[in-house]
Each structure stands twice: as structure tokens, then as C-alpha cells.
């Protein structure tokens, strides 16, 4: 039994994988590169599809393989005719694999009506827990909330971990009350950190004071983080000198959590201690300062921030006109651009991209200067401010800036030629998408850019023999959601590249056109 638990574990986890593909692969494609496709390009090898009632009939095997694959195909090629023949499946087979793959497949095509086989699955200890939470979680129903509830209290923490994320995906705010419950009676310390998250993940805020409990009782760690971050997310004012104070400490990820937890609340309680944490020796917890103030606009605040700004302070010089820039305070402007041009000032970056938040036209000249030196960072902050300040006379410089051979500059640069939309940077964004590096940045600026022009090259770049270049492509074409460009990606379904055809059926599915 233990020999096919693991051959049944194996089936699954690819399983999950396959069909979480699609809504991974996009952001993962964003971060990595690899060797250029073969040769031929994806449309020159057509994949042999199996036709639907082809697929419908393999249900039918007495080969449970071949079944597990027939469910398989019906989720890659979306074949909704199938969930009649999954509900007797998931009942009625005979193999414990067909089942659970079958219970899965009717979660991520979200049949309702099967949330209470799924659930009846539990009573087989030969089904594994991760495959009906999956399941339950793919309904997206606060129906499933009282089944998953259960495994919050489960031993294995990889389980209790995904019960919290499928809470929060069923949106089951209704079971808040019988969380709240548990963790008041839990005895295990370990478990706090599980109660803590799934009540911050539905926004319980009934649980404010249990949270607080959680936090005030636990040293710097995991259950602590998770207590702070929960706080935010239950809108908790009482916790905000606790979440300052967790700011301001040595305990890394309860800064983060707690910088998070005072952007929710926007508790203007807090202004003059994070005022005073613009100087702080951290320059994290100087520009997370810096980002929950910019939420707490106020004539009184905005008169307190220039006069920090005023003063000229090396460490709080930056973050005050970083705030001053997000609040679009006009009257600092010229004064941030005097700063910015003092080649000695302090984070000359960060400077520079408070201009890019006050997002006006008159400063282009002073980040045309900061653009053109030949070194330091103030240029990254330059490059970017000008895709907000900037306007079509910005859009050569930024073209030479994205041929630098620093790549960060490089990149900058492309990023904000997308934001001007310029159809006059086409041409540089084409070429720059041949450099596996910048293509990703190259490719979904040139999306942003309107026009038959820019679709075409996208649509080139989509049969591209590159596989970077394909799916960034794709992907781009799927957001972009014109429906002249169906042709396309209706071909590279049909690519000899399995990636490529999930990315197509996704890009299709996007913009809402179904295939027959």
C-alpha cells in the first residue's frame, strides 16, 4: 500500500503541476532565460490532437492510466463534455488515482454540484488530504469553507498551509467565527501561527484581540510575523504602536510584516513616530516609513514633511521627497530637482524617482541631465521617472538608454518607453526583445503600445523560433486582447510545443473567446 500511495503521490503532484502551468508559467517565463528553440519554429510540427470524443471514449479503458490521461486532456483542452462522465468517475472507479485526479478536475472546472463527492473522499484514509483541499480550493465556493476548516488543526504543517490559502481562495469569511474558536482552545503553540494566518486571510475582524495575544506572547519567529501581519489585515488600530514598534526592531520579517500592516490600516495615530523613523540608522525601515506616510495626507502632515525635507538631513532627505513626490506637492518640486543635480546628495536614485511620482513635464530637462552622466545609480532613478514626467521628447533618450550596456539602465529604459506609448520606439523595442535579458522588459512595453504595428510585431514574435521571445509574446497578446490576433494564437495551440499551447489556450481564454 505505502509503494502505491507514492506511485499515487506521483501521479498527482504532476497532475497539479500540468494544470497549474498556465497560471504559473507567466510570471516565471518574466524571471528566467535559457538556449533558443530548435530550428523550426512552433508552427512547422502540428501536435496530433485526440478529438473530444476520442478523449470521452478512453474514459471507457480498462487501463486506469489511460483514464487518469483522459482527465488529463479534458483540463488541458478544456473539455467541459467531460464532467458528466467525471461525477460517476470520481463515485464509481475503481482506482483511487482516477478518483482524485477526477476530484481535482471537477474542482478546476468548478462544478458545484461535485462539492459533496469531493468531500466524500475524506472517508478514504487512502486519499490524500492535499488532493481534496486542492479540489475544494479550486471551487472558489464559500461552500467548501466547513470542509477545509478541518485541516487547520491537522499535524502536518505543508497541509495546515494549504487549507489557509484555500480559505482564502473560497473566500470563506463565513467560517471566521469557528476559526476564531479553535485557536482560542488550541494548545499548541505551534498551531498559533496557522490560526493567526487563516483569520488575517479572511479578514476576521472579530479576531483583533486574539491576534494581539499572539503577537504580545511570542518571541521574534514565524508565529510572531504571521500575528503582525494578520493584525493589518483584520484593520486593527489598537495594534498600531505594536506594529511601530515591530518597525523599528531587528526582527527582519517583522519589520516587513508590520511596514504591511500600517499601509492597511492607514492609522494617522502613528504620523510622529514614523516621522521620527525617516532618520532612522535602517534604510528600510526609513523608506517603509516613508511609503505608510505617503497614506496619510494631511495639510498638517504635508507642512511637517517639507520642513523634514527642508532640513536637509542626509537619511531623511530622500524618504521626505519621496512622500513629497507621491503627494504631488508642487511647491517642492523645484527644490527636489536643486538636490537632485548636487551630485553629492544622498540616494540621488530615489530623488530622482520622486519626480517620476510628482509626474510633471517641467522636470524632464533636470532627468535628461541625471540621465546622461556616465556613472552611478542616479541615472536607474532617472530612467524610470521620465516613463511618468516624461513625454514624446523624452522617447529618443530613453532609446539610447535602453542600448546601454548596463543592464539595469537598459531595462529602466524599456520599462519606460511601455509607459509613454510612443509608436516612434517600436523599432528599439523590437530589437531590444532579441536579447533574452531584455525581453522581458522590451516585450511587454511594446504591448502597451496601441496600434496594428505593435500587435503585428507582437504576433511575429509569438511564432518566433525563440522560446523567451514566445512566451512573453503570447502572454503579451493575451492581455493585449485584440481579437485579430485569434488567428495566431489559435495556430500555436496546435504547436508542437506543449508550454507554447497551454500559453496560447490561456492567452485565448483571457480575453474571453472560447474554442469550439
Same mark, same amino acid.
Given at each position: 500500500?505505502?509503494?502505491?500511495?507514492?506511485?499515487?503521490s506521483t501521479?498527482?503532484?504532476?497532475?497539479?503541476?500540468?494544470?497549474?502551468?498556465?497560471?504559473?508559467?507567466?510570471?516565471?517565463?518574466?524571471?528566467?532565460?535559457?538556449?533558443?528553440?530548435?530550428?523550426?519554429?512552433?508552427?512547422?510540427?502540428?501536435?496530433?490532437?485526440?478529438?473530444?470524443?476520442e478523449?470521452?471514449?478512453?474514459f471507457?479503458?480498462?487501463?486506469?492510466?489511460?483514464?487518469?490521461?483522459?482527465?488529463l486532456?479534458?483540463?488541458?483542452?478544456?473539455?467541459?463534455?467531460?464532467?458528466?462522465?467525471?461525477?460517476?468517475?470520481?463515485?464509481?472507479?475503481?482506482?483511487?488515482?482516477?478518483?482524485?485526479v477526477?476530484?481535482?478536475?471537477l474542482?478546476?472546472?468548478?462544478?458545484?454540484q461535485?462539492?459533496?463527492?469531493?468531500?466524500?473522499?475524506?472517508?478514504?484514509?487512502?486519499?490524500?488530504?492535499?488532493?481534496?483541499i486542492?479540489?475544494?480550493?479550486?471551487?472558489?465556493?464559500?461552500?467548501?469553507?466547513?470542509?477545509?476548516?478541518?485541516?487547520?488543526?491537522?499535524?502536518?504543517h505543508t497541509?495546515?498551509l494549504?487549507?489557509?490559502?484555500?480559505?482564502s481562495r473560497?473566500?470563506?469569511t463565513?467560517?471566521?467565527?469557528?476559526i476564531?474558536?479553535?485557536?482560542?482552545?488550541?494548545?499548541?503553540?505551534?498551531?498559533?501561527?496557522?490560526?493567526?494566518m487563516?483569520?488575517?486571510?479572511?479578514?476576521?475582524?472579530?479576531?483583533?484581540?486574539?491576534?494581539?495575544s499572539?503577537?504580545?506572547?511570542s518571541?521574534?519567529?514565524?508565529?510572531?510575523?504571521?500575528?503582525l501581519?494578520?493584525?493589518g489585515?483584520?484593520?486593527?488600530?489598537?495594534?498600531?504602536?505594536i506594529?511601530?514598534?515591530?518597525?523599528?526592531?531587528?526582527?527582519?520579517?517583522?519589520r516587513?510584516?508590520?511596514?504591511?500592516?500600517?499601509?492597511?490600516t492607514?492609522?494617522p495615530?502613528g504620523?510622529?513616530?514614523?516621522?521620527?523613523?525617516?532618520?532612522?540608522?535602517?534604510?528600510?525601515?526609513?523608506f517603509?516609513s516613508?511609503?505608510?506616510?505617503a497614506?496619510?495626507?494631511?495639510?498638517?502632515?504635508?507642512?511637517?514633511?517639507?520642513?523634514?525635507?527642508a532640513?536637509?538631513?542626509?537619511?531623511?532627505?530622500?524618504?521626505?521627497?519621496?512622500?513629497?513626490?507621491?503627494w504631488?506637492?508642487?511647491?517642492?518640486?523645484?527644490?527636489?530637482?536643486?538636490?537632485?543635480?548636487?551630485?553629492?546628495s544622498?540616494?540621488?536614485?530615489?530623488?530622482?524617482?520622486?519626480?517620476?511620482?510628482?509626474?510633471?513635464?517641467?522636470?524632464?530637462?533636470?532627468?535628461?541631465?541625471?540621465?546622461a552622466?556616465?556613472?552611478?545609480?542616479?541615472?536607474?532613478? @532617472?530612467?524610470? !521617472? %521620465?516613463?511618468?514626467? /516624461?513625454?514624446? #521628447? &523624452?522617447?529618443?533618450?530613453?532609446v539610447?538608454?535602453s542600448? *546601454? =550596456?548596463?543592464?539595469?539602465? @537598459?531595462s529602466? !529604459? %524599456?520599462?519606460?518607453? /511601455?509607459?509613454? #506609448? &510612443?509608436?516612434?520606439?517600436?523599432?528599439?523595442?523590437?530589437? *531590444? =526583445?532579441s536579447?533574452?535579458?531584455?525581453?522581458?522588459?522590451?516585450?511587454?512595453?511594446?504591448?502597451?503600445?496601441?496600434?496594428?504595428?505593435?500587435?503585428?510585431?507582437?504576433?511575429?514574435?509569438?511564432?518566433?523560433?525563440?522560446?523567451?521571445?514566445s512566451?512573453?509574446?503570447?502572454?503579451?497578446?493575451?492581455?493585449?486582447?485584440?481579437?485579430?490576433s485569434?488567428?495566431?494564437?489559435?495556430?500555436?495551440?496546435?504547436?508542437?510545443?506543449?508550454?507554447?499551447?497551454?500559453?496560447?489556450?490561456?492567452?485565448?481564454k483571457?480575453?474571453?473567446?472560447?474554442?469550439?
Amino acid at each position: 500500500m505505502k509503494q502505491y500511495k507514492l506511485y499515487l503521490s506521483t501521479i498527482i503532484t504532476k497532475f497539479i503541476i500540468l494544470i497549474s502551468f498556465i497560471a504559473l508559467s507567466a510570471p516565471f517565463i518574466l524571471s528566467c532565460s535559457g538556449p533558443d528553440m530548435p530550428e523550426k519554429s512552433p508552427q512547422e510540427e502540428k501536435f496530433p490532437e485526440k478529438s473530444s470524443e476520442e478523449i470521452l471514449k478512453s474514459f471507457q479503458s480498462d487501463n486506469p492510466v489511460e483514464r487518469r490521461e483522459a482527465i488529463l486532456d479534458c483540463m488541458e483542452w478544456d473539455i467541459k463534455k467531460c464532467i458528466p462522465e467525471l461525477r460517476k468517475r470520481i463515485v464509481n472507479d475503481s482506482d483511487l488515482g482516477v478518483k482524485s485526479v477526477a476530484a481535482v478536475a471537477l474542482g478546476e472546472f468548478q462544478d458545484k454540484q461535485s462539492i459533496p463527492a469531493i468531500v466524500n473522499l475524506k472517508k478514504n484514509p487512502d486519499i490524500f488530504p492535499e488532493t481534496i483541499i486542492d479540489a475544494l480550493s479550486r471551487m472558489e465556493d464559500p461552500r467548501s469553507g466547513p470542509h477545509l476548516v478541518e485541516y487547520l488543526a491537522f499535524s502536518n504543517h505543508t497541509v495546515r498551509l494549504l487549507a489557509i490559502d484555500g480559505l482564502s481562495r473560497c473566500q470563506a469569511t463565513n467560517q471566521g467565527s469557528t476559526i476564531l474558536k479553535m485557536a482560542l482552545s488550541n494548545k499548541d503553540p505551534e498551531k498559533d501561527k496557522t490560526y493567526a494566518m487563516a483569520l488575517g486571510k479572511i479578514s476576521y475582524r472579530p479576531a483583533e484581540n486574539y491576534l494581539l495575544s499572539v503577537v504580545n506572547r511570542s518571541e521574534d519567529g514565524p508565529t510572531k510575523a504571521a500575528g503582525l501581519l494578520a493584525l493589518g489585515r483584520v484593520g486593527s488600530k489598537k495594534a498600531t504602536p505594536i506594529l511601530i514598534e515591530a518597525l523599528g526592531s531587528e526582527f527582519a520579517k517583522g519589520r516587513e510584516n508590520a511596514y504591511l500592516s500600517l499601509k492597511e490600516t492607514k492609522d494617522p495615530s502613528g504620523f510622529s513616530k514614523l516621522v521620527g523613523f525617516l532618520q532612522h540608522k535602517d534604510r528600510d525601515v526609513r523608506f517603509f516609513s516613508a511609503e505608510i506616510i505617503a497614506q496619510l495626507k494631511s495639510p498638517a502632515h504635508l507642512k511637517r514633511i517639507r520642513e523634514e525635507f527642508a532640513n536637509g538631513n542626509e537619511k531623511s532627505l530622500a524618504p521626505s521627497a519621496q512622500i513629497l513626490g507621491e503627494w504631488k506637492d508642487e511647491e517642492s518640486r523645484k527644490s527636489i530637482e536643486s538636490v537632485l543635480l548636487n551630485q553629492q546628495s544622498p540616494d540621488r536614485e530615489d530623488l530622482a524617482k520622486s519626480l517620476g511620482w510628482l509626474g510633471n513635464s517641467e522636470s524632464e530637462p533636470v532627468l535628461w541631465e541625471v540621465l546622461a552622466e556616465k556613472s552611478g545609480e542616479a541615472r536607474y532613478g @532617472a530612467a524610470w !521617472a %521620465l516613463g511618468f514626467a /516624461g513625454t514624446e #521628447k &523624452s522617447v529618443d533618450r530613453l532609446v539610447l538608454a535602453s542600448q *546601454s =550596456s548596463d543592464r539595469r539602465l @537598459a531595462s529602466a !529604459a %524599456l520599462e519606460s518607453l /511601455g509607459q509613454l #506609448k &510612443s509608436p516612434s520606439s517600436i523599432d528599439a523595442l523590437v530589437k *531590444s =526583445s532579441s536579447d533574452d535579458n531584455l525581453a522581458p522588459f522590451s516585450i511587454p512595453a511594446l504591448n502597451q503600445i496601441e496600434g496594428e504595428r505593435a500587435r503585428m510585431e507582437l504576433e511575429k514574435l509569438a511564432t518566433s523560433n525563440k522560446i523567451i521571445q514566445s512566451k512573453l509574446a503570447i502572454e503579451s497578446l493575451g492581455r493585449r486582447g485584440d481579437p485579430a490576433s485569434l488567428p495566431v494564437l489559435e495556430k500555436i495551440t496546435m504547436s508542437s510545443n506543449p508550454e507554447l499551447r497551454k500559453l496560447a489556450r490561456f492567452a485565448i481564454k483571457n480575453f474571453k473567446v472560447k474554442k469550439d
